[in-house]
């Protein structure tokens, strides 16, 4: 039954109320751009999809290329953007569902019970509305004799009878298209905006005779639309909170679900406990069992089943396997492998390298373009010299190395499997396997030297 449907997303307008340079529906929340949230839902819905740009529209089009763009080059209002794919859609006389760009909590199942309302009620046009606390700023649906719909009247050209309407426009709308085409070429821009509005094709097919429903959501909460950016963080925060929901109905322990940030595409395994102020974002998976304490923030990773994130760690773009131990006051990022059982803790940093299973550097060290094997031991104040001011150069420590406390590998260089390297060393060649490398100056020792130093020149 939603065959046939096509979709048109409208986002080319500027971001005026944001005060900001770019396109309003780049602005994220809950972890994605305001389009693709809208383009996600719309995807339940049809295939065929078409987004309007103008304003930022590089950024737009690179942001989701995956879809069909149309351009509107000046931005006029919004039945001006859909006028603008009036040529993408000659010839089709079917259903087209127009969409802003931003309004991102719309769910798919409304937009399906939407469209069936729409086509049940034999309508030519349907508006998608909502009884709104504080309707301010949208445009409102005013009815005859409070039964069929009139027509949308938006805020700035409301009288104040107008003005107490609480039942508004989502900006959502389900059109033939032929039908909308046709009324589009005779709107005009007599309003306070100065702009070509979408709504006024709802009066003017009132005007015809032709048929108009009005499908009110109960729940009022889909259909907010951002303009501002409180705005944005009012929506951010619905969707946080709705992501912690999700997630404790799924088995994830998260302890303060208000201090907790997880964007809507992480994924956390059933008995992961969250502490209260930890982020996690992107596309993360995080498995079963693993425990994240507070102040953490993880980015685009991967953490294995029943590793433990001691406070304050930063996890991004990494791999940790099962059973890991990370932190207190990790650093771990760039493409970063950690294998089972690997033991990264305080003030360690590691960058694009890979530390094998059993391992451990459980102190102040910095790893750094570094392969290291497993069952090694990484001492307290390890350090990978990897960067020559120009180039960065590989470190290879094979399974089973320990390297000494306060060494400094060279790179490029190679530790032997099973070698050590005694405390202190500067390590610049390769080290043997199963040898041991000492690289410091020897000790020596002077007896009496302080007793002789006190004594007066000359006596
Ligand atoms: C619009 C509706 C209002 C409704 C509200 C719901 C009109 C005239 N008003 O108002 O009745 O209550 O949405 O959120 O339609 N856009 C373009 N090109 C343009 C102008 C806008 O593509 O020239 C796009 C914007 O990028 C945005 C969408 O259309 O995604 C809506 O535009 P916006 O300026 O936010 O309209 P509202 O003032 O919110
Ligand atoms: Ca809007």
Known sequence: MENNVRVLILAAGKSTRMKSKHAKVLHRAGGRSLIEHVLGVARNLSPDISVVVGH???QVRAAIPEANFVDQKEQLGTGHAVLAAREDFSGYAGDVLVMPGDVPLISADTLKVFLRFHREGGFRASVLTAEMEDPRGYGRIVRRNGQEVQSIVEHRDATPDVLKIREINSGIYVFNAAALFESLTKIRNDNAQREYYLTDVIGI????????????VSWAEEVLGINTRQELAAVDQILRRRKCESLMADGVTIIDPATVYVDVDVEIGADSVIYPSVQIYGKTVIGEDVTIHSFTRISNSKVGDRTLVREGS??????????AIIGPYANLHTGTVLGQAAQ???FVEVKKSTFG?????????????????????????????????????????????FVGTDSQLIAPVRIGKGSYVAAGSSITEDVPPDSLAVARGRQVNKEGWVKNRKKPAGK
Do not use: M, R
């Open 56 to 58: 930022s529209a590089d």
């Open 357 to 401: 299973a059993d391992s451990k550097a459980k102190h102040l060290a910095y790893l750094g373009d570094a392969t290291i094997g497993n069952k090694v031991n990484i001492g307290a104040g390890v350090i990978t010299c990897n960067y020559d001011g120009v180039k960065k150069h590989p470190t290879i420590v094979e399974d089973g190395a």
């Open 205 to 216: 097919l009132v005007g015809q005779k032709q048929k108009v429903g009005a499908f009110k």
């Open 344 to 346: 990264v803790g305080n």
């Open 314 to 323: 930063l996890v991004s773009d990494t791999t940790i396997a099962e059973d």
